[in-house]
């Protein structure tokens, strides 16, 4: 069982910054692939990073060269840095984390989800 707890969310102008930060309990949180989801007003829940136990990562389109996932497996936490943000990157965004392959998590999310940071960003 892993339980996940975001932060860092909160109001910002476009082409600012933000970092969020994904804290998991367990010990085997190393094992893990972790990934983010947003889920904008109105709109499905949609994949937007990925980073695998060998942190290989994976982005949709809409934030590359933008936003960087990355994990420090001493502090069982994993991180997404946003830059040059957009008003169409405001949403709710969820952690997730599976002991599947990466892959997987990154297409449909995985077994453990957070309760979710809402990022609003105006224009």
């Known amino acids: 069982q892993v339980q996940l707890v975001e932060s860092g969310g909160g109001l910002v102008q476009a082409g600012g910054s933000l970092r969020l930060s994904c804290a998991a309990s367990?010990?085997?949180?190393?094992?893990?692939?972790m990934g983010w989801f947003r889920q904008a007003p109105g709109k499905a829940r949609e994949s937007v990073a990925a980073?695998?136990?060998?942190?290989?990562?994976y982005y949709i389109d809409s934030v590359k060269g933008r936003f960087t996932i990355s994990r420090d497996n001493n502090k069982n936490t994993v991180y997404l840095q946003m830059n040059s943000l957009k008003p169409e990157d405001t949403a709710v965004y969820y952690c997730?984390?599976?002991?599947?392959?990466?892959?997987?998590?990154?297409?449909?999310?995985?077994?453990?989800w957070g309760q979710g940071t809402q990022v609003t960003v105006s224009s």
């Open positions: 367990g010990r085997t949180f190393s094992s893990y692939a």
């Open positions: 980073i695998s136990r060998s942190h290989s990562t």
């Open positions: 997730t984390a599976d002991p599947s392959n990466v892959v997987l998590l990154f297409n449909r999310g995985g077994d453990y």
